[in-house]
């Protein structure tokens, strides 16, 4: 018995520790997976086919489960991809998941109010966006004033600002990569380096680790224009 308890025990310990891979769909997957188990399941079983991924999510339903005919497709499209035989390298996945969002949805509903929808910006109250240059300059920086904010005085194709852009740091890491990528390309494409390459969730999470105030992102801002 005392055995059976230490097993049980290990196994919730590993399945609080792990994760599952990130991806389009991971989301849903938490949400109906774990009604009826925890993550060691889906994660001991790494390496299934899509047919014996398809078998567990109908046996899944057969048994209860709240999945629809769509949730059914992307739940099985996930695990068959992700956890299959075949699951593709970090990077890809990252990029995969960046792709998922709608950057553009993204930029409406965080930034345009302030900004505008066509990132022109407000005179005198809120930069512009489009063909500004320091925004080109690393697409880390646009990144840092998503995630942390940015404070202090700053000059934008010759006008002068002086305000605070609270952090949106609230935002997941693939919706953070998808927005700065939109308003990168859509605003700012004759600006951008010829070997520009677009940002994805995993580099805006390593971004995150950095935990810089509003007024480090500024500094930040003020070392990229001086070239250091």
Known sequence: MKKGILIALLLAGLAMAEELPKGPGVDLVYAKCQ??????????????SEADWEGIVDDMIDYGAPINEEERAVIIKYLATYLGPNPPPAEEA???????VDGKAAYAANCAGCHQAEGQGVPGAFPPLKGNPVLVKDATYPALVVLFGLQGPIEVNGAAYNGAMPPLGHLDDATVAALVN???????EELLPKDFKPLDAATVAELRKKALTPKQVQAFRQKLLSGE
């Open 94 to 100: 990252a990029a995969a998941e960046t792709a998922a």
């Open 182 to 188: 939109y308003l990168l390309q859509e605003f700012n």
């Open 35 to 48: 009604i009826c188990h925890d993550l060691t399941y889906p994660l001991q079983n790494a390496g299934l």
